[in-house]
């Protein structure tokens, strides 16, 4: 498998500097909840930041996913705050282009209703210094998009409108982007995915 920095990427004979994925099965999995703070709405809830989650899988049902910078060996899938009025489907594509640089993607499926988890103490006192703000948590709307362009147009700097989050990239298994995931929202992945395993048949 090849990581990729930014736009560039190692061949797949090379042996990844940062992390190694262990063998997976290649069906998909049926998860349990962990016993982390979830919980799943129609609307989200007073005290929880709006915000869109992205499922960008491409042509062989992999799922792309990055490292943090701030996190180290912290994998998740794109995701980003709602604009005050903005439609939560347009908020996936705009924070997809702003963290990946991905235009050529288009949205396939969404989960029907909201997801949300807590943030740990010490994440919930760092992001609120940082937002001037006091969110418990974050209330997700979740949304599968289909890549259609090259692996090229793949740039962690993004559309340059923000500052860069990850450091790494690859396409994943759904498994893997569990496991790779921080603890906190490892339940809302698990839901996410099953909600969107007919896509990944």
């Known amino acids: 498998m090849a990581l990729c920095r930014f736009a560039y990427c190692s061949p797949a004979s090379s042996a990844p500097k940062f992390i190694r994925f262990p063998k997976y099965p290649s069906k998909h999995v049926k998860f349990s909840l ?3 703070s979830f919980a799943t709405m129609e609307a989200p809830p007073e005290g929880y930041r709006r915000n869109v989650g992205i499922c960008l899988m491409n042509a062989h049902k992999k799922i792309f996913a990055a490292s943090r910078l701030d996190i180290p060996n912290a994998w998740q899938m794109p995701q980003g705050g ?3 009025g903005e439609d939560p489907r347009n908020a996936a594509i705009r ?4 963290e990946t640089g991905v235009n050529s993607a288009e949205v396939i499926a969404e989960v029907p209703y909201w997801l949300t988890y807590d943030f740990p103490p010490k994440v919930r006192d760092k992001l609120n210094i940082q937002w001037g703000s006091d969110w418990k948590g974050q ?3 979740w949304f599968l998009l289909k890549f ?3 692996d090229q147009e793949i740039n962690l700097l993004g559309d340059g409108t923000e500052k860069a989050e990850f450091g790494e990239w690859s396409w994943i298994s759904p498994e893997q982007i569990i496991d790779l995931a921080v603890d906190f929202k490892k339940p809302v992945y698990k839901e996410v995915l099953a909600e969107f395993a007919p896509y990944f048949q």
């Open 139 to 141: 209330a997700q709307k």
């Open 34 to 36: 962990l016993p982390f």
């Open 95 to 98: 924070e997809l282009r702003e």
């Open 82 to 84: 709602i604009d005050e």
């Open 148 to 150: 259609t362009g090259q």
